[in-house]
């Protein structure tokens, strides 16, 4: 059984990719510090695969917890989640961004390369800026970076690609998420947003909870069939399961270079407003809602051309919005009844 550790594994994307790992048949390793999560995740992954994964709670910035783990544990491959993703954050507090995200993936890295350990990296589609051409491939040019957050992404990639240089027999994949939504559909994991949320769709099952009074749509004027904003939704549950196939195609020898890239979305763009549409009619719920004006940054439109994932990972996303959104309320109400 080949064993896989997983940083940042009580964390949204990372808690369903354990699950997905586990239920194909892989040990894993978890390490997380709990800054942006709870435990109630790690009690989610065991209810839902009946495992009992080790557990590190630890800093990846402490090089003495990575090596400890790397002696403790016979580690097969890597999946990198853990790292600081708040793009507003990331500019009043760029040198915690840079040091969090960087550091993290140097010490994994040290200990990858020494042992030849591939390695699955968190990108994100925010590497392409706002993109001349749509659908975006993994041609499509890289933007400079609009947040400290975004160049993270960026700079990690680049660091990644000069490790490998260096390293012939390290190999790497970048995946570069669109916008990640829903949750499992057990309702025993789901994104848990401390603070005020800054992404739509936390924001929005706040609002439908009754938590929050009203949920502002971040302008109506762009040049899209109703004004908003337009992005690749994809299910959480899609995109952990691309991991494994990640995972899996290293580990058998498939790659076809050291280090590779690949885009992850359905391929399907949506407005705000019909997402907020779909939402409302899955779960026969009224939304309180208003327009407001844009928010600085936000790109009009985005999605991804899913060709190469689709072909070459051999990986292709099987839920559609209202899955994504059924699944995320469920979870909502689960999250109200856990306090
Ligand atoms: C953002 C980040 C991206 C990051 C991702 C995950 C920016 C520019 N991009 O993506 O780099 O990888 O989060 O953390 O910040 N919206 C509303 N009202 C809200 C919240 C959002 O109308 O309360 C709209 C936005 O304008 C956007 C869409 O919903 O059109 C999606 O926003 P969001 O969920 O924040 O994701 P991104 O901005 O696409």
């Not at 065991?46 to 800093?59: A, L, M, Q, R, S």
């Not at 947003?193 to 009203?214: H, K, T, W």
């Not at 959104?325 to 109200?336: C, G, T």
């Amino acid at each position: 059984m080949k064993t896989v550790l997983v940083t940042g594994g009580v964390g949204y994307i990372g808690s369903h990719t354990s699950v997905a790992l586990i239920e194909s048949g892989y040990d894993i390793v978890i390490v997380d510090d709990l800054s942006n999560t709870r435990l109630d995740l790690l009690e989610g992954i065991k209810k839902i695969t009946g495992k009992d994964p080790k557990f590190y709670e630890g800093d990846l910035k402490d090089e003495k917890l990575v090596a400890k783990i790397f002696n403790e544990n016979q580690i097969d491959a890597i999946i990198h989640f853990a790292a600081s993703k708040a793009v507003g954050e990331s500019v009043t507090e760029p040198l915690k961004y840079y040091k969090n995200n960087f550091l993290s993936l140097v010490n994994l890295l040290e200990q990858a390369v020494s042992a030849s350990i591939p390695l699955v990296f968190s990108s994100s589609c925010t590497v392409y800026g706002t993109p001349d051409l749509l659908p975006v491939t993994e041609q499509t040019p890289v933007k400079p970076a609009q947040s400290p957050y975004g160049n993270t992404k960026q700079v990690g990639e680049e660091i990644i690609v000069d490790t490998i240089a260096a390293n012939p027999n390290f190999k790497a994949i970048s995946l570069r998420y669109f916008n990640p939504i829903g949750a499992h559909e057990s309702s025993h994991i789901g994104e848990l947003p401390l603070g005020v949320p800054n992404n739509l769709v936390p924001y929005l099952l706040q609002v439908a909870a009754g938590e929050r009074e009203c949920l502002s749509v971040f302008g109506d004027d762009y040049n899209t069939p109703d004004g908003t904003c337009i992005r690749d939704y994809i299910h959480v549950v899609d995109l952990a399961e691309a991991h494994v196939v990640a995972v899996k195609r290293m580990l058998d020898g498939l790659s076809k270079e050291p280090y590779e890239v690949f885009n992850l979305g359905t391929g399907q763009g949506n407005s705000v407003l019909e997402l907020i549409k779909v939402f409302e009619e899955v779960n026969g719920l009224k939304l309180n809602y208003k327009i407001v004006d844009r928010r600085a940054g936000d790109v009009e439109q985005i999605y991804a051309d899913t060709t190469f994932a689709n072909e070459e990972l051999g990986w292709k996303s099987r839920f559609e919005l209202p899955d994504m959104l059924r699944s995320a309320w469920n979870w909502q109400k689960n999250l109200s009844k856990l306090g």
